[in-house]
Nanobody, 121 residues
């Protein structure tokens, strides 16, 4: 079992930045692939970004590529999502996810509770 706790969400104006964090416990962090998903009101949950166990491989949704950066600190057991140039359409609950595998898309096994990100225009 893996426990995931997200933090760093909040309200920001369009064009601003936020950094989300995801603290992980229950398994050896460096052995876990990890990613971020988001779910906007009335929409299905969608993939945002993925990072491999080592951090050397990353993948992004087209909608965030060039604006968001996923990273991990294996010494701190923490996953990050740096979000720049935020747009109102980035408003959503953001979820940290882990384990599972990536094959064209990411299929995680465990999910965090989510953190709300709201971008005002």
């Amino acid at each position: 079992q893996v426990q995931l706790v997200e933090s760093g969400g909040g309200l920001v104006q369009a064009g601003g930045s936020l950094r989300l964090s995801c603290s992980t416990s229950g398994r050896t962090f460096s052995s876990l692939p990890m990613g971020w998903f988001r779910q906007a009101p009335g929409m299905e949950r969608e993939f945002v970004a993925f990072v491999s166990e080592s951090g050397r491989s990353t993948f992004y949704a087209a909608s965030v590529k060039g604006r968001f950066t996923i990273s991990r600190d294996n010494a701190l057991n923490t996953l990050y999502l740096q979000m720049n140039s935020l747009k109102p359409e980035d408003t959503a609950v953001y979820y940290c996810a882990t384990d599972g595998y990536y094959s064209g898309r990411y299929y995680p096994r465990y999910w965090g509770q989510g953190t709300q990100v709201t971008v005002s225009s």
